[in-house]
């Protein structure tokens, strides 16, 4: 069982830039959302510049490494031209997750047991300029493993399926996905591997995860830019984060 240390939040602006896009205008700014997330209590600020670029921007990476106090976990599809960005910027971290043009959003974890060589070789790179490397994966054992095995430092274990059940009323199903992200984050832990987590994680589902031992980082964002609209973005983070705080102890 691992130490109960203080929990880390990451706060994903990507949903600030959907917003932004939709109208092709320079409002809502995420770098302004990345700074109140700051003030409101964030660790970290989570943006994931897509190939297709539909919301976080080239020009919102140069901005966000110019005025972030608190470390940029940058998130990438495992592709030359993102590699190229990654070392140019050098972020604090940087996490490794799948990525189809179809997909509204990030569907599922990363596929390494099948693809180890190649992920291994496209991670060192990062890990030599001095990135945090993290790869997002389903709680499986065989993908803990391979992650392990290509010298990620960290993994962020996606939450997708558990949040889904609880929206779904499928409890017996929530409960089930719960008590394999315990033992996943167990064995991870085991390894040596830094857990983190994230992906749908609501006021209602938060806390479970967060009782977590193991898992040291949450990242959340697009439940708080809806929440947002309705409380204010400072507001929601630090209700996110009196939760996760309550949760922890």
Request: charge should be negative; proline fraction near 4%.
């Amino acid at each position: 069982m691992a130490e109960l240390i203080p929990l880390r939040l990451g706060v994903n602006i990507d949903h600030v830039a959907t917003v932004r896009n939709a109208r092709g205008g320079a409002y809502p700014d995420p770098l302004r959302a990345a700074k109140i997330a700051e003030e409101a209590g964030a660790d970290g600020i989570t943006a994931h510049l897509r190939e297709d670029r539909r919301h976080i921007s080239d020009a919102d990476i140069d901005g966000l490494m110019d005025v972030l106090s608190v470390p940029l976990n940058f998130e990438m599809a495992a592709t030359d031209e993102m590699q190229k960005i990654a070392l140019r910027h050098k972020p604090h971290a940087v996490c490794i997750v799948p990525e189809k043009r179809e997909e509204r959003t990030t569907e599922g974890g990363l596929e390494v047991a099948r693809d180890e060589n190649r992920l291994a070789h496209f991670i060192a790179p990062l890990r030599d300029a001095g990135c945090r490397v993290s790869i997002f994966i389903a709680a499986e054992m065989r993908q803990i493993e391979a992650a392990n095995r290509i010298g990620a430092e960290v993994i962020e274990l996606h939450t997708g399926a558990y949040c889904e059940a609880h929206a779904d009323g499928l409890f017996e199903e929530r409960d089930a996905e719960l008590v394999r992200l315990c033992e996943m984050s167990n064995f991870a832990h085991s390894l040596g591997l830094e857990v983190h987590a994230g992906h749908g994680l609501t006021y209602d589902t938060v806390a479970p995860v967060a009782a977590i031992a193991e898992v040291r980082e949450l990242n959340i964002g697009h439940f708080l830019i809806g929440e947002a609209i309705f409380l204010g973005l400072e507001p929601a983070i630090r209700e996110m984060r009196t939760i996760m705080d309550e949760a922890r102890k």
